[in-house]
Every structure is written in C-alpha cells, then in structure tokens.
C-alpha cells in the first residue's frame, strides 16, 4: 500500500500521518497494539490516575480517549469504503474524555479495551479490498480516504504513545 497523498486529508492529520513509518500501516497497527499493552502492563492503579499538569487529562483518559477516537476513525473507514455519501460530523474530544467515566475504571480494563478496540480495527482494515483504500468520504466537513483514516489511526496512537512517555510517565513520583 501506498502512503496517503496530502490530498487525501485534512491538513490537521498531516502531523499523525508523519509519525508512522513506512507504508505498511497494517503492521503498524499490529504492532502497535502489543506495545501499548506492554506500556501499560507494569503501571499501576496511582499510575492510571496521574495528570503532569492541572487541566490535563489523566493516563487513564489518555488512553480511553485513543480508544474512543480510533472508534470513530475506524467509523469512518467503514462508512467510507461501503461508498456512503452521507457526511459525518466531528465529535468533541473533551466532551467524550469528561463523559467517559475512564477515572473509575482500572488502567488493566482500559488496556485490555484498547486492544480489543484495536484488533477490532485491524480486522475492518484487513477486510478492504485494493480498490477500497483510495474511496472518499466527507468527516468534519473534510474530505479524508479510507487509507488515510488507516495512517490517521496510527499516527493518533502514535503522538499520544509520546506524550505518554515523555510527559506523563517521567513525572510519576515514584512512592
């Protein structure tokens, strides 16, 4: 497969799209989905519950907000590649991370969502057809193809991975 042209999406994703290497985003996501198990393994409950600044969500949040929007992203995958017209409309990441609920869940669960999550979109990407790749649809008033909602899926992951582990992780006080 081929990366997507910057034609295929709004500019906004340019920056997720840039983090995955390569071209082939099903290994991406593959692998991807036994790193962030194994990031998230050995942290605990206290660990979960963490925000490095006021305001800033918490690594649960973080990491139900990665689930949610691959959702979504993965939404408009398959409403694209079954060649619907309909627009789709943006969603609110703040107001899913504050409706959410992740703070009263444990980090395991979040975890083990996400891979579900995950091996679920694996699946749907790994189901299309060539031909399919390069369909188009309109999502928050932008036009965005099948392939580069895949790369948007693991570019997204991908820049929260970094905050995670540049911002969050190093500033855990360790008890």
Known sequence: MNRPEATE???YYADYIAK???????????????QMLQLFAGRSERDGSFRYAPGKWTVKEVLGHIADTERIFAYRALRFARADPTALPGFEQDDFVRTGAFGGRT????????????????SLFRS???????RRGTANEKEVTVRA???ITAGHQIHHRIILEERYFPAIPRA
């Open 128 to 134: 299309f057809k060539e031909d399919v790749w390069a």
């Open 107 to 122: 980090l395991a669960d979040l975890a083990e969502e996400f891979g579900t999550v995950r091996s679920a979109s694996i």
């Open 20 to 34: 995955v290497p390569g071209s082939d985003v099903l290994s991406v996501l593959e692998s991807q989905r036994l």
């Open 149 to 151: 909602l895949a790369f």
């Open 9 to 11: 999406y709004a500019d």
